[in-house]
């Protein structure tokens, strides 16, 4: 008898972390300006540094021994698709000034790496967690 194949175990736990991150990421972007109108900022931003935690965090737990790359992984395409998101967002916004655009252009591309160093930050803390 053939021995079944396991499944590849990285690629999965990447994949999970990537999806978390992209729901997330859709949801946070979705209700964005409810959360402006309606909370504080920190409350947006709790939510922002919350998500490249929660996607590194399980990605890590699934496979913790390449816990840092996959973290990374995890980051930078959650924060790739968050751009997107808020670039479309603002594509459709009313009227915006030039700087406007120019300083969340540097934001966007800020936030993937940032959103990378959180996702591998908390990685980290999930393969401690799992030792």
């Not at 996702?119 to 999930?126: D, F």
Request: charged share 10%; with cysteine.
């Amino acid at each position: 008898m053939a021995k079944k194949p396991e499944p590849p175990v990285r690629v999965i736990s990447i994949l999970v972390g990537i999806m978390i991150g992209c729901i997330l990421a859709y949801a946070y972007q979705v209700n964005l300006p409810t959360l402006f109108h309606e909370t504080y900022l920190w409350a947006s931003l709790v939510v922002f540094v919350t998500i490249p935690v929660l996607a590194g965090f399980v990605s890590a737990l699934l496979h913790p021994a390449m816990a840092v790359k996959n973290g990374l992984y995890v980051g930078f395409f959650s924060g790739l698709f968050n751009s997107i998101l808020a670039t479309i967002k603002l594509i459709y916004a009313p009227a915006l000034m030039p700087n406007e655009v120019y300083a969340f252009s540097v934001f966007a591309v800020m936030s993937v790496f940032i959103w990378m160093i959180l996702a591998a930050a908390a990685a980290v803390l999930a393969q401690r967690f799992y030792d």
